[in-house]
């Protein structure tokens, strides 16, 4: 990070996909079942943005939105969390993305999730209307694989993003293999773990990886996207594996295992992106490898443990005390809702 950081540069991290209105269920159940539901936002790029900001970095979001009444709900919310939403473009011919979906995680087969988003304002957004110099003149460049699958122009975009530049910012992909979302159930895996190979840091779940490219375990995902300077591993109740090089020129790898906490979990959404968020931050501050998963690990947990995909992160040198714990002390904690803040001791146990 050192070298991107001594570029002039507008803003810590950019965080370009698309984000929706999204409507929570007021109860569990299937969504025909559900009487109502309560609005709020959802993007796993500008969830990640708002987490950045709300732990006291520099973060914008480009996007496109329509130029409705849900966009300027969006917008709002997005920049309520303190995010640049300055480069925001809104489109007046095509609406703003909305999706409903049940309160059951997102892995079993009772989830649903109704998405209004074919068409939206930003499945238009191409190489030609967005704005490359608010990209490129970030540190960190933050990107997602749903983005690839929107539209052929959202496609084309993300493949010049991740092509080599001079002068390219730092490029951080997650790769949110989404499979109802391509059209192609064989292209996406393939143009995924292209684009992947691309990027600087990529992110991706041991789940997702076994499910999009049929490999299973850390060092088979690692052999599959050798490319990346630092590749994590997001394996669930398991932990995370970061697989990561000095930037020297040394093509060897040093392999960090860090064990998840025990989550008193209320909704099982947003974790990823939040898990990003927190890396990415402890990233920008330089903290050894150990610590960045730490510390991506102590934001999902924020998230884990209230209704909707964000929330404000816990204070950051209260989050540096926990992820400075030894390892077994680390190994004890236990946290539940109310337990971000600092000094409350509410939702933070020992095991």
Wanted: charged letters at 20%; proline letters at 6%; hydrophobic letters at 40%.
């Amino acid at each position: 990070m050192s070298g991107s950081a001594a570029r002039t540069t507008t803003a810590d991290v950019v965080c370009l996909g698309e984000s929706m209105v999204t409507f929570l269920p007021s109860q569990p159940g299937r969504l025909a079942d559900v009487p109502s539901f309560v609005r709020g936002i959802g993007g796993a790029e500008s969830n990640v943005a708002c987490a950045l900001a709300a732990a006291g970095h520099r973060a914008k979001w480009v996007g496109r939105a329509g130029a409705d009444g849900f966009g300027d709900h969006l917008v709002d919310t997005i920049a309520g969390y303190g995010v640049d939403t300055s480069a925001v473009r809104r489109d007046p011919d095509r609406p703003t993305g909305i999706y409903f979906r049940t309160a059951t995680d997102r892995a079993t087969d009772a989830h649903e999730v109704a998405y209004y988003r074919a068409g939206s304002a930003a499945s238009a957004m191409s190489p030609h209307n967005v704005p490359y110099e608010d990209l490129l003149s970030a540190r960190v460049l933050h990107l997602s694989g749903i983005t690839a699958a929107l539209s052929d122009d959202c496609l084309a975009l993300l493949h010049d993003l991740t092509a080599p530049r001079d002068g390219r910012p730092l490029v951080s992909f997650d790769v949110n293999h989404r499979p109802g979302l391509w059209h192609d159930a064989e292209e996406g895996p393939e143009v995924l773990l292209a684009l992947a190979g691309r990027c600087d840091l990529v992110f991706v779940g041991e789940d997702e990886a076994e499910e999009a490219w049929g490999v299973h375990g850390a060092e088979a995902i690692r052999a599959a996207l050798p490319e990346p300077d630092v590749l994590v591993v997001k394996r669930g109740a398991d932990g995370a594996t970061v697989f990561s090089r000095t930037g020297d020129g040394v093509r060897q790898d040093t392999v960090t295992t860090v064990p998840s906490l025990r989550v008193d979990v209320v909704a099982a959404v947003g974790a990823g992106d939040a898990f990003a968020a927190g890396f990415l931050s402890a990233t920008l501050r330089e903290l050894p490898v150990r610590d960045r998963a730490r510390h991506g690990h102590l934001m999902a947990a924020a998230v884990l443990t209230v209704p909707g995909d964000l929330t404000g992160p816990p204070p950051r040198a209260y989050a540096d005390r926990l992820a400075a714990l030894d390892d077994a002390a680390w190994g004890t904690l236990r946290l539940g809702p109310g337990w971000t803040a600092a000094g409350a001791n509410e939702g933070v146990r020992t095991t």
